[in-house]
T-cell receptor, first 112, second 112 residues
């Protein structure tokens, strides 16, 4: 158990819809990262938050957004969903920048 | 753009054999991470290599880092079936304010 909690584990929705994925980092970890894993693109970094502030952006679409709250949990919002957004979305956390990242179990998103 | 290349991408081997997975990356980085992923599961941190010449071993797995060659290796000794999984290497592009860039992964099958 990595200590990183992601909910829900599975999400099935339709094109055009909006969903919110939630992540609670390990206790004491200030940095939260979101990744997308798909067969086509592999594992891709989406966005990072550190102690409540956006720190870096990767290959995140404009339809996607995220935030980190004062209690350090984070949410990833995906809107105007397309079939290609079907993927496994991971959250990871670390104590500080550049320290090992610990991954949650992921949320499997299926778009019908 | 940082590129991380692993080879081979697929490896089928017999129990008891030795083999090496290679990870090349295109930027100057002194931090490299190896992760293991079982099908449909999360990523488990295996090794963190923090400097040139770093070598770490855990059971039948040994990882090394040559920052001058921009190369890391993951060596498997006397493979056992339980090591069947997908192995990823990942690199920070630098500065700390960034997520990990992953290789495509090496899908390893160890046959009894």
């Amino acid at each position: 158990d990595s200590g990183v909690t992601q909910t829900p584990k599975h999400l099935i929705t339709a094109t055009g819809q909006r969903v919110t994925l939630r992540c609670s980092p390990r206790s004491g970890d200030l940095s939260v990262y979101w990744y997308q894993q798909s067969l086509d693109q592999g594992l891709q970094f989406l966005i990072q938050y550190y102690n409540g502030e956006e720190r870096a952006k990767g290959n995140i679409l404009e339809r996607f957004s995220a935030q980190q709250f004062p209690d350090l949990h984070s949410e990833l919002n995906l809107s105007s969903l397309e079939l290609g957004d079907s993927a496994l979305y991971f959250c990871a956390s670390s104590v500080e920048l550049e320290t090992p990242q610990h991954f949650g179990d992921g949320t499997r998103l299926s778009i019908l | 753009e940082l590129k991380v290349e692993q080879n081979p991408l697929f490896l089928s081997m017999q129990e008891g054999k030795n083999y090496t997975i290679y990870c090349n990356y295109s930027t100057t980085s002194d931090r490299l991470y190896w992760y293991r992923q079982d099908p449909g599961k999360s990523l488990e941190s295996l090794f963190v290599l923090l400097s040139n010449g770093a070598v770490k071993q855990e059971g039948r797995l040994m990882a090394s880092l040559d920052t001058k060659a921009r190369l890391s290796t993951l060596h498997i000794t006397a493979a056992v079936h339980d090591l069947s999984a997908t192995y990823f290497c990942a690199v920070f592009s630098g500065g700390g304010a960034d997520g990990l860039t992953f290789g495509k992964g090496t899908h390893l099958i160890i046959q009894p």
